[in-house]
């Protein structure tokens, strides 16, 4: 067996760092949610879950849970979470179809060859409709 190195650790590097900031997802089938870890020197880590602003009828949903619901409204507006959930319960009413410009459990074809062939090219594929929710959760992502 041929080893490798994965990284090369440098305690002068190690030294200098005063603050570590990281993130975990759950991109989850229901809901996704993100998680905050600050670490500085010399401090116990805090860790915290972040509140995520969703777009409804009626303003602002702040919450840290965001349906894995994505909606393309006829006017092009993109609602992700807990506006889009919303529109599923009437779907007709707000010009929805499954697949087309309505999106949820996505998160089960995910590593799968198919494509929602009547999206538009940006929500084809289950992976770009996790990245419209990562997107909304405030994570820089490129996909």
Not at 52 to 77: C, E, F, K, M, R
Not at 116 to 126: Q, S, T
């Amino acid at each position: 067996m041929t080893d490798f190195t994965l990284f090369i650790s440098s305690p002068e590097k190690k030294t200098r760092k005063t603050e570590l900031q990281c993130y975990g997802i759950d991109l989850g089938t229901t809901n996704s949610t993100v998680a905050e870890t600050i670490w500085r020197q010399g401090e116990k880590p805090a860790c915290r879950i972040l509140e995520i602003n969703q777009v409804t009828q009626h303003g602002l949903y702040t919450s840290p849970l965001v349906p894995s619901v994505v909606a393309i409204l006829p006017d092009d507006q993109v609602w992700v979470g807990e506006g889009a959930k919303r529109l599923r319960t009437r779907p007709q009413e707000a010009g929805l179809v499954f697949e087309k410009n309505l999106f949820y459990e996505t998160k089960n074809d995910m590593g799968l060859r198919r494509t929602y062939y009547r999206a538009p090219e940006p929500f084809n594929h289950a992976s770009k409709i996790a990245g419209h929710i990562l997107r909304t959760s405030g994570m820089p992502i490129k996909i």
